[in-house]
């Protein structure tokens, strides 16, 4: 059974949006959030953007999150909570989506904070392109950067994908977007559907689903949120954000993505031969990809064969547009390297080539 709390007017603290108009609904699941959840309130009650309630939905938390919830919704009549049973992410998300009422949906997480003119920018965006589905924006590392350095290396990777073909072609590296920096249209649910539940991240199927659908994202160059990096962070501990199981969800999807981008289907060359490599890539071949042939700089490999497949030198490469390769790649430094070595070779990204991970 789920409980909902409707905040009321009390002096200026509940003004609510311009004239009564509720333009963006920032939907914000909650679980046991007690020592943050004040400053993510407090950073959308100083936006520059008034049109806007808080769908805070509280999956059954222990702490005093309620009742710090419920205390801002008595001051503010934007602010609704919505209390029930414990029922996870997924269920706390969509329940969130189904009662809001904006005509655009913004991510907000309990242990985030947003800049003042985060759903001002945001909104002003996607007004001004009737064509763009979602605007994220760049974001802050709120972590500590040596303790969680894969974190950070990770929203300096997504802090670099601002244009719709960037993000649209870095997806099968990891997800593109910091998932409480976006802002969408509410029509894309209602066409292409919410957060699925299942062995994944909801927020990167969703990204995945969307690309897939025609849906243009962009992001504001501006860092408009700080994403704070929680101990208890599910990325950190539920199994839907473990390694394979973006694995898994991204080879379905490229394995679509190759059948109708990839000329030579379902034929590929992979570059990276390594047994992790192969390992990963093994999902792709699932989905019924071919890989004909690897390709890898370490010479011990070079001139073999494995798993009845020839490994291939750089300069074996054949000619742009005689082959596809999926650059399956987990570093970085060496998926940059293999970008410039096929972009001198006349291969084209997401003509030619495609980098996954």
Known sequence: MLLYTGGHETGKAGGGAAGGRTVISVVMPVRDAGSTIAAAVDSLLRQTEPAWELVAVDDGSTDASGAILDAYARRDRRIRVISGAR?????????GLSTARGALVARLDADDVCAPERLERQRRHLESRPALGLVASRVRFGGDPERAAGYARHVGWTNRLLTHEEISLARFVESPLAHPSVMFRRTLVERWGGY??????EDYELWLRW???GVRMEKLPEPLLVWND???RLSRCDRRYAREAFYRVKARYLARW???????????????????????????????ITVEAFVDVDPLKVG????????????ELPSAGAAFVVSYVGSSDAREHIAESLRAAGYRCGVDYIAAA
Do not use: C, Y
């Open 230 to 232: 929680s101990p208890t």
């Open 87 to 95: 029922r996870g992410l997924v269920a706390a998300l969509n329940t």
């Open 196 to 201: 699925a539940d299942g062995d994944f991240p």
């Open 304 to 315: 073999r064969r494995i798993g009845g497949r020839p490994v291939l030198s750089p300069a």
């Open 258 to 288: 190759l059948v109708a981008h990839n000329p030579h289907h379902p034929a590929v060359i992979q570059w990276g031969a390594g047994r992790i490599t192969r390992k990963r890539a093994q999902h792709l071949v699932d989905q019924g």
């Open 211 to 213: 690309l897939e659908a």
